[in-house]
């Protein structure tokens, strides 16, 4: 059993305080059939009640601080841990007495592992288990809170958190990649969201003046690559997956992954032979990062591995702007700090665009929606109106916030779907004729990809335009909404055919 400790962090001049949670884990053995496997759990007498964490297909955790009566029977079908978990804000995570180190910029490499080494003596259970450019993972099973408190002392550190890794359960295997697509449906050769956008005549503009192919970075669940629209504009070589236990180099989604095909479908989709879907920003590259994997849209990684996303996206890839349609359980000083870095150097110093959704729960924004440094999109609906829940119409509302920075539409955004059943699509959207091959996208995710593909065409005839320069342009060309918002979701709507006039 790891050490016991209360854990808190600063956010700014906030405390966020995790508390420490008892949990029993029963864990099936491997060569157990998923039919026992779900008589031998439900002997447990622990799923669907409050005492549950997590529930999957070989893996129980439940709150208790004692071994359920059945366990000695079921033995050796099953093994039980006792651990430690924390848990803010009604989620639990694992942190295995694993830390971030941020150092000050001009901190050496040198200098960092002198800082690390020197604690050795005091701590010596601690162990270095990975450098990285922006930050250190380190290790120590002992005296975690003297550890805590003694590299604080150290000027040259920046922030230090633990590794906080959400428990969940994960999608089931990765799709089929042999899915047959329907090359005889068509799509209207004019979509109505995009007439309203006058997305086309943007694009033919675009095409006379391009000088350049901005590269879209995608942090969500994954794309299906597979699907002709997308094929020639994903980076298959960039791409990758930061989720623990996946290949590396494979960033296709599981089962129910299917948030991130949507957006990028909007971001850049290119038309399979004249037919099909043309993105908001086509003519861009993607490159796909998968940080998490589930239909709630919430990062489910360690912080660690989300940071090292973000580096690799705006620094490694040096992406031309970043979209993020998702939503994180908690503040992380050591990530704001990044995405701070990213907005002031990427892009070679003019600064890396990072588009958040603003979320549909009819609340106020969160972080890290609510950094100045992000740009926030809430949505709209045909009536240039926010999207607001009035019980009838909508089942969502879009959030709010001084710091939602602009908003698009949120309502029938057309999009890439993944090929065939699998898909989201069904006759509930157009059951005279389904759309096998597409979808329809709703929701403030579907407005932050309006935002960031739009910023990419600007990019293909403006491919030095500052970050502040970008910002103005969008604030200056905004639509106005047709009712009085306080400015609690934006600037406006984004008028994307004046934001390219605006610079040719």
Same mark, same amino acid.
């Given at each position: 059993?790891?050490?016991?400790?209360?854990?808190?962090?600063?956010?700014?001049?906030?405390?966020?305080?995790?508390?420490?949670?008892?949990?029993?884990?029963?864990?099936?053995?491997?060569?157990?059939?998923?039919?026992?496997?779900?008589?031998?759990?439900?002997?447990?007498?622990?799923?669907?009640?409050?005492?549950?964490?997590?529930?999957s297909k070989n893996q129980l955790i439940v709150k208790s601080n004692f071994v359920?009566?059945?366990?000695?029977?079921?033995?050796?079908?099953?093994?039980?841990?006792?651990?430690?978990?924390?848990?803010?804000?009604?989620?639990?995570?694992?942190?295995?007495?694993?830390?971030?180190?941020?150092?000050?910029?001009?901190?050496?490499?040198?200098?960092?592992?002198?800082?690390?080494?020197?604690?050795?003596?005091?701590?010596?259970?601690?162990?270095?288990?990975?450098?990285?450019?922006?930050?250190?993972?380190?290790?120590?099973?002992?005296?975690?809170?003297?550890?805590?408190?003694?590299?604080?002392?150290?000027?040259?550190?920046?922030?230090?958190?633990?590794?906080?890794?959400?428990?969940?359960?994960?999608?089931?295997?990765?799709?089929?990649?042999?899915?047959?697509?329907?090359?005889?449906?068509?799509?209207?050769?004019?979509?109505?969201?995009?007439?309203?956008?006058?997305?086309?005549?943007?694009?033919?503009?675009?095409?006379?003046?391009?000088?350049?192919?901005?590269?879209?970075?995608?942090?969500?669940?994954?794309?299906?690559?597979?699907?002709?629209?997308?094929?020639?504009?994903?980076?298959?070589?960039?791409?990758?997956?930061?989720?623990?236990?996946?290949?590396?180099?494979?960033?296709?989604?599981?089962?129910?992954?299917?948030?991130?095909?949507?957006?990028?479908?909007?971001?850049?989709?290119?038309?399979?032979?004249?037919?099909?879907?043309?993105?908001?920003?086509?003519?861009?590259?993607?490159?796909?990062?998968?940080?998490?994997?589930?239909?709630?849209?919430?990062?489910?990684?360690?912080?660690?591995?989300?940071?090292?996303?973000?580096?690799?996206?705006?620094?490694?890839?040096?992406?031309?702007?970043?979209?993020?349609?998702?939503?994180?359980?908690?503040?992380?000083?050591?990530?704001?700090?990044?995405?701070?870095? =990213?907005?002031?150097? $990427?892009? +070679?110093?003019?600064? !890396?665009? %990072? /588009?958040? *959704?603003? #979320?549909?729960?009819? &609340?106020? @924004?969160?972080?890290?929606?609510?950094?100045?440094?992000?740009?926030?999109?809430?949505?709209?609906?045909?009536?240039?109106?926010?999207?607001?829940?009035?019980?009838?119409?909508?089942?969502?509302?879009?959030?709010?916030?001084?710091?939602?920075? =602009?908003?698009?539409? $949120?309502? +029938?955004?057309?999009? !890439?779907? %993944? /090929?065939? *059943?699998? #898909?989201?699509?069904? &006759?509930? @959207?157009?059951?005279?004729?389904?759309?096998?091959?597409?979808?329809?996208?709703?929701?403030?995710?579907?407005?932050?990809?309006?935002?960031?593909?739009?910023?990419?065409?600007?990019?293909?005839?403006?491919?030095?335009?500052?970050?502040?320069? =970008?910002?103005?342009?969008?604030?200056?060309?905004?639509?106005?909404?047709?009712?009085?918002?306080?400015?609690?979701?934006?600037?406006? @709507?984004?008028?994307?055919?004046?934001?390219?006039?605006?610079?040719?």
């Amino acid at each position: 059993m790891q050490e016991v400790f209360q854990y808190s962090h600063k956010f700014e001049d906030k405390t966020i305080v995790f508390n420490k949670v008892r949990a029993i884990k029963y864990q099936l053995n491997e060569d157990i059939s998923k039919i026992k496997g779900a008589e031998i759990f439900h002997e447990l007498e622990f799923l669907n009640t409050d005492e549950t964490i997590l529930a999957s297909k070989n893996q129980l955790i439940v709150k208790s601080n004692f071994v359920n009566k059945n366990f000695e029977r079921l033995m050796p079908d099953i093994s039980v841990e006792e651990i430690e978990l924390l848990e803010y804000d009604e989620r639990y995570y694992t942190h295995n007495n694993e830390f971030i180190v941020e150092f000050v910029d001009t901190c050496s490499l040198e200098e960092k592992y002198k800082i690390l080494n020197s604690l050795k003596n005091g701590y010596d259970t601690l162990d270095i288990l990975e450098p990285h450019e922006c930050v250190f993972l380190i290790k120590n099973i002992t005296q975690t809170q003297l550890l805590l408190n003694s590299l604080k002392a150290f000027e040259e550190v920046i922030s230090v958190e633990l590794n906080l890794s959400t428990i969940y359960k994960p999608s089931s295997e990765k799709f089929p990649t042999d899915l047959s697509f329907n090359e005889e449906e068509k799509l209207p050769i004019e979509y109505p969201l995009y007439n309203y956008l006058n997305i086309y005549e943007c694009q033919k503009l675009i095409k006379k003046k391009k000088v350049y192919v901005p590269k879209i970075g995608l942090l969500d669940n994954g794309v299906f690559h597979f699907h002709p629209d997308l094929k020639k504009v994903i980076d298959l070589e960039l791409s990758c997956s930061f989720i623990e236990g996946e290949d590396k180099n494979d960033q296709l989604p599981a089962y129910n992954d299917l948030h991130g095909t949507f957006c990028a479908g909007i971001l850049c989709a290119s038309k399979f032979q004249n037919q099909g879907l043309s993105g908001i920003g086509e003519g861009s590259k993607l490159i796909s990062y998968r940080v998490f994997s589930g239909q709630d849209n919430t990062i489910y990684l360690s912080m660690y591995s989300l940071l090292k996303a973000f580096y690799k996206a705006g620094f490694e890839d040096n992406c031309d702007v970043i979209n993020c349609s998702w939503s994180l359980p908690y503040e992380s000083q050591i990530l704001k700090n990044i995405i701070n870095k =990213i907005t002031v150097k $990427g892009r +070679n110093g003019f600064g !890396t665009p %990072i /588009i958040f *959704s603003a #979320g549909n729960e009819g &609340e106020k @924004i969160k972080f890290p929606k609510n950094l100045k440094d992000v740009i926030t999109v809430a949505s709209t609906n045909l009536s240039k109106e926010p999207v607001i829940d009035e019980g009838t119409l909508y089942r969502w509302s879009s959030n709010y916030g001084d710091n939602v920075y =602009i908003s698009a539409p $949120g309502l +029938n955004v057309i999009t !890439t779907d %993944i /090929i065939g *059943s699998p #898909g989201w699509n069904s &006759e509930l @959207i157009n059951p005279v004729q389904p759309l096998s091959n597409y979808t329809y996208f709703f929701g403030t995710s579907a407005s932050a990809p309006i935002v960031t593909g739009a910023i990419s065409l600007l990019l293909q005839i403006k491919p030095n335009l500052e970050l502040v320069k =970008i910002k103005q342009l969008i604030k200056k060309t905004a639509e106005e909404f047709s009712t009085q918002t306080n400015n609690q979701y934006g600037h406006g @709507i984004i008028d994307i055919y004046k934001l390219i006039i605006n610079v040719i």
